[in-house]
């Protein structure tokens, strides 16, 4: 997953998804070093008047965006401020700026599967990958890490209990395979996010205002309601299975509502080796930025004295079906997580525009699943197939929910 790049030069980075949480966290991080590392492109969806300031202040080569009268919007205010970045757009331009010669880096902090084909053009490229866009490696997970090996890309990941897990592996576990280096299993810790002791009976009620209000992270509106229903858990069950080359049974999920300790690993000796720090995203972006060196990340040391207690607990299905949904489609395989994800991101979005209660999200997701075929997703095609149909289904099912 991971090999040593050169780091005596400039890098030059791309971000895809550089107005979201991620790609403003990375942002702050490159700032803090303007001798190691260059901004070669930012991409965003919407967010003109951020990407703007983010232009003035980065000067990229490149500003990307999806659509071309928002592209155009963009170049004549960047025109009229005297900045050269050129702005392109549309899907084979994101592709274009995460793939181009020039860039070394390519932070890949776009949310959903929207993101998938432009990581995918960075791997195939042979890029450095931060990989913060789990969505991506859940849908096409065979795919993308035979894509990693086959064009010697460098895995990175930025999800904060991945890179916490790939902290506490060995160095040699990438050529080995976890199993032959001593490791009993792999302990994914997750908060539980803001629902962990609501009454089970005031569930359907929650407001997207309430879910997207997690206690420890500030995130995406997507990512903190994967959170409050544990979706978000569920998907990184099935990205530490992609990435670490190992299956559910070998991952145990604790509740850990303090957020501190990001993941662990268990050694056969009884060693259990943990990553910990403040919740910030900043650390983990620094690491792999900066990796196999580090450097300062703006991040509040970790001050144990405030730390009350650091708590464990049994995460509860009753509570997060969707963690289960999750488990099981991994435990299928094939297009399964796939057809998952595409439905939880309709669900979401669904919830958010208050379409759908909170409860329906995996009432939505466990439906479109039973109704949407089983294949073995061996082309990136049947993926992108499972993806739309799957969509289609989710999208029929919420509607008869509202009739
Ligand atoms: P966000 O919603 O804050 O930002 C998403 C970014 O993607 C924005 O720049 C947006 O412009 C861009 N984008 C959205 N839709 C797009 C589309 N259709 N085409 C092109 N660009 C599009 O999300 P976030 O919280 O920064 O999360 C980004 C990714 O990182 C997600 O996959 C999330 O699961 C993962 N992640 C986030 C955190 C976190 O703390 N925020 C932690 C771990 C993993
Ligand atoms: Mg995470």
Request: charged share 15%.
């Amino acid at each position: 997953m991971s090999q040593s790049l050169p780091h005596n030069s400039l890098q030059h980075i791309t971000i895809l998804g550089a107005t979201g949480s991620i790609g403003t966290s990375t942002l702050d991080v490159l700032a803090r070093h303007p001798d190691k590392y260059q901004v070669f492109a930012l991409t965003a969806n919407r967010n003109i008047e951020l990407l703007i300031e983010q232009c003035q202040q980065f000067k990229p080569q490149y500003a990307v965006l999806p659509e071309q009268a928002l592209a155009q919007e963009l170049q004549q205010s960047l025109a009229a401020k005297g900045i050269d970045t050129q702005v392109l757009w549309g899907q084979d331009q994101l592709e274009f700026v995460a793939s181009h010669q020039q860039v070394d880096t390519v932070m890949a902090a776009i949310v959903g599967a929207a993101g998938l084909l432009p990581t995918l053009a960075a791997v195939k490229a042979g890029k450095k990958v931060l990989l913060a866009n789990k969505e991506a490696l859940v849908m096409s997970g065979a795919i993308f890490m035979q894509a990693v090996k086959e064009h010697g890309a460098t895995l990175l990941p930025i999800d904060s209990e991945h890179n916490a897990i790939f902290q506490c592996l060995p160095e040699h576990f990438v050529e080995q395979g976890i199993q032959s280096c001593g490791i009993k299993n792999i302990v994914l810790t997750g908060s539980g996010g803001p629902f962990l002791t609501k009454p089970l009976d005031e569930f359907s009620a929650i407001t997207p205002e309430q879910a997207c209000a997690h206690p420890n992270w500030d995130m995406g509106r997507k990512i903190s309601v994967d959170s409050a229903t544990m979706m978000n858990k569920g998907l990184e069950l099935i990205e530490a299975c992609w990435l670490f080359d190992v299956m559910p049974s070998d991952i145990d999920v604790v509740l850990h509502p303090q957020s501190i300790i990001h993941s662990m690993v268990r050694y056969q000796d009884g060693s259990v080796l943990a990553q910990m720090g403040n919740p910030d995203m900043r650390t983990p972006i620094a690491h792999a930025l900066a990796f196999p060196e580090r450097i300062e990340a703006g991040v509040d040391a970790l001050d144990f004295m405030a730390i009350s207690q650091l708590t464990f607990d049994k995460p509860c299905y009753e509570r997060y079906p969707c963690l289960k949904l999750a488990a099981q489609a991994m435990q299928q395989g094939g297009n399964a997580p796939a057809r998952l994800n595409a439905a939880n991101e309709i669900a979401v979005q669904a919830f958010l525009d208050e379409q759908i209660r909170f409860t329906d999200i995996a009432l939505v997701i466990q439906q479109t699943l039973s109704q949407t075929a089983y294949d073995k997703a061996e082309t990136l095609a049947s993926v992108l197939e499972a993806d739309r149909q799957a969509r289609q289904v989710a999208e029929t099912i919420i509607q008869e929910l509202n009739s």
